[in-house]
C-alpha cells in the first residue's frame, strides 16, 4: 500500500504558475507509475499527465502540452507537476494516483488503471 499527499496548491492569476507536489510513503516509489488528474465543480476528474516509473516516458492531455511539466524524483518519493501560464479553465481539485506495475516504461491515462490516489490539492485560477 502506499499513501499519496498532495501539496502546492493555492490562488494564483491568470497567466501565473503553480508546481505541485505528491509524496508518496509506504512502499518503494520507484515501482508506481504516477498520474495526475483534475476535477473542476460538476465536472467528472479528468486525465491531466502521467509519468513511467523511471521518468523517461511522459503523456500530456492536449489542454495541458506546452504549459505544464510532470516529473518525478524517485530519491524523494515525490512526483511534481509544473504548470505555468495558468488559466481560469484550469481550476480544479488536482489529485496524484500511483499504479504499481512491471511495465517499466508505461504511462497510464484511465482512472481505472490506478490503485492508489491522494486526497487532492485545490487550484484556482483568477481571470
Known amino acids: 500500500q502506499v499513501q499519496l499527499v498532495e501539496s502546492g496548491g493555492g490562488l494564483v492569476q491568470a497567466g501565473g504558475s503553480l508546481r505541485l507536489s505528491c509524496a508518496a510513503s509506504?512502499?518503494?516509489?520507484?515501482?508506481?507509475?504516477m498520474g495526475w488528474f483534475r476535477q473542476a465543480p460538476g465536472k467528472e476528474r479528468e486525465f491531466v499527465t502521467a509519468i513511467s516509473r523511471s521518468g523517461s516516458s511522459t503523456y500530456y492531455v492536449d489542454s495541458v502540452k506546452g504549459r505544464f511539466t510532470i516529473a518525478r524524483d524517485n530519491a524523494k518519493n515525490t512526483v511534481y507537476l509544473h504548470m505555468n501560464n495558468l488559466k481560469p479553465e484550469d481550476t480544479a481539485v488536482y489529485s496524484c494516483a500511483a499504479k504499481d506495475t512491471y511495465v517499466f516504461g508505461g504511462v497510464f491515462r484511465r482512472r481505472a488503471d490506478y490503485d492508489h490516489w491522494g486526497q487532492g490539492t485545490q487550484v484556482t485560477v483568477s481571470s
Open positions: 509506504g512502499r518503494t516509489f520507484s515501482n508506481y507509475a
